[in-house]
């Protein structure tokens, strides 16, 4: 049974930091997205990854994927209060073509 | 142009009550997924229609749950004689083509359900 987990579930930083949200996943997967909410709001896409060693970067937020390690990282590069929003990974199951497994999710809180 | 959209935004009932949440992709958005989000917790998958067709429903909780799509385009979410524990955030999902490996999925903002 595929299961993701994010850590930490709650971050709380100063802007102008970095820093890195985990995603672990406990079986193979060929694809992980991230999103992400703010309150009250739609989820909203990030990234997608779909193969062992990809990165993709937009603005300060740089996401990583090790397929060998069932691992994805997100990065923070010199954080900025308007990147507060609770970010998810979801990863695919490669049984389903649909199916999408999701992490509890991060809440980032950055104080000006 | 406009986003998947849902109503009503929320929705507060009575225990034993039945509700009907619906949703409206992206036009010509072939693919519909819903899911429930509870607090604190990441989304939990439900049921996804390729066109009018829902080929897998395992993931609807109960028999109290049902969805249904007509005309390719809008989806309703029906959930029987409601429970405290269906109380959540019901997330409707739209993408252009049939799923597949890196097909982004659209959100609309969720219909808030509180089961008193």
């Known amino acids: 049974e595929l299961k993701v987990e994010q850590n930490p579930l709650f971050l709380s930083m100063q802007e102008g930091k970095n820093y890195t949200i985990y995603c672990n996943y406990s079986?193979?997967?060929?694809?992980l997205y991230w999103y992400r909410q703010d309150p009250g709001k739609s989820l909203e896409s990030l990234f997608v990854l779909l193969s062992n060693g990809a990165v993709k970067q937009e603005g300060r937020l740089m996401a990583s994927l090790d397929t060998k390690a069932r691992l994805s990282t997100l990065h923070i590069t010199a954080a900025v209060h308007d990147l507060s929003a609770t970010y998810f990974c979801a990863v695919g199951r490669v049984d389903s073509n649909y199916q999408l497994i999701w992490g509890a999710g991060t809440k980032l809180i950055i104080k000006p | 142009g406009a986003g998947v959209s849902q109503s009503p935004s929320n929705k507060v009932t009575e225990k034993g009550k039945d509700v009907e949440l619906r949703c409206d992709p992206i036009?010509?958005?072939?693919?519909l997924y819903w899911y429930r989000q509870r607090l604190g917790q990441g989304l939990e998958f439900l049921i996804y229609f390729q066109g009018n067709s829902a080929p897998d429903k395992s993931g609807l909780p109960s028999d109290r749950f049902s969805a249904e799509r007509t005309g390719e385009s809008v989806s309703t979410l029906t959930i029987q004689r409601t429970q405290q524990e269906d109380s959540a955030v019901y997330l409707c999902?739209?993408?252009?083509?049939?799923?597949?490996?890196?097909?982004?999925?659209?959100f609309g903002p969720g219909t808030r359900l509180l089961v008193l």
């Open positions: 079986t193979t997967s060929d694809r």
């Open positions: 036009s010509g958005h072939t693919a």
């Open positions: 999902a739209s993408s252009p083509q049939a799923a597949g490996v890196g097909e982004t999925q659209y």
